[in-house]
């Protein structure tokens, strides 16, 4: 009678309860302890709530573990022993055991780092197995699971790293492109500006020679304007390099017809023509030619 009070208030206590057909040597029976769980996203803790007389017999896999040890818990000097399927497989190797006055600690990490609803895959929970809610997620849970796993935090560090270089090369090729965008534009500018001060000499040429000379300054547009012209259509050359260094968005074989194409009246038709120098044709084309290159450099 006796003996059945005392199983019967045990399991009252849900605390300690015996193990069916258990027994331990010196008369000692075989209990299991009271264990205390918490979890962080990406790590389990437990409490066993003993202190140990021996040194436990401890095992742990992937997906359970199991614990043996003769100990002094709420119901005295017993030997305390459970097997707990976990509810997802852990990281053997960041198990963690600290025999502690009066509780042995034990923390793993999970494989996969998520909530657990419970810390075991049984269908019935067991009535030892109680939530730790002194010990659940707080504020200093990443910082914890840093301790357990250095790898984590050395990889948040490189990732941190990688973030912060490439935040600085993506500034910095920023700053190259605008700087490549400004000086392009003072290029061009500065080209258009050159070719508008060149055609602009050509026309004032003309159209000078004509009203102080009258018909006859249209005689001699060649002998006053032709040598501008032939430096503003050598400097025209550029405009096929702009195009194939994608400094200016254009067709090439465009671009290379028209400049070469003007090259050729130049200085393949009219330069070693003498006998139409001072044709009339001569100071019309080289006005035409400068009035529309001067509204080409301006756009």
Not at 252 to 268: D, E, H, P, S
């Amino acid at each position: 009678l006796g003996e059945g009070m005392e199983k019967k208030a045990a399991n009252s206590n849900n605390v300690e309860t015996a193990t069916e057909g258990g027994g331990g040597g010196g008369g000692e029976k075989t209990l299991f302890p009271s264990v205390l769980w918490a979890q962080r996203k990406g790590m389990v803790m437990m409490r066993i709530q003993i202190k140990t007389l021996e040194k436990p017999d401890f095992k742990i896999g992937e997906e359970y573990m199991s614990f043996k040890c003769l100990g002094e818990g709420v119901s005295g000097r017993n030997v305390y022993s459970f097997e707990l399927p976990f509810y997802e497989p852990v990281r053997v190797d960041s198990c963690q055991f600290h025999d502690k006055e009066m509780e042995i600690e034990i923390r793993v990490l999970k494989k996969e780092a998520r909530e657990w609803p419970k810390l075991h895959s049984a269908f019935q929970r067991p009535h030892w197995i109680k939530l730790d809610f002194q010990h659940w997620a707080g504020e200093e849970d990443s910082e914890e699971e840093e301790e357990m796993d250095p790898s984590k935090a050395q990889r948040d560090r490189f990732e941190s790293i990688l973030r912060e270089e490439t935040k600085k090369a993506k500034e910095m090729m920023d700053w190259v492109n605008k700087i490549k965008a400004t000086t392009r534009m003072v290029y061009l500018f500065a080209y258009n500006i050159l070719q508008f001060i060149g055609f602009t000499c050509v026309v004032a040429i003309l159209l000078f020679s004509v009203i102080t000379n009258g018909t006859n300054g249209i005689y001699e547009a060649y002998e006053r304007a032709g040598p501008i012209l032939g430096l503003c259509q050598c400097f025209a050359l550029l405009e096929i390099i702009h195009v194939m260094v994608g400094i200016v968005k254009s067709g090439l074989m465009a671009t290379t017809l028209q400049v070469l194409g003007r090259f050729f009246i130049l200085f393949v038709v009219l330069y070693p023509a003498e006998d139409i120098h001072h044709h009339p044709v001569v100071f019309f084309l080289f006005l035409m030619w400068s009035l529309i290159e001067l509204v080409r450099s301006t756009l």
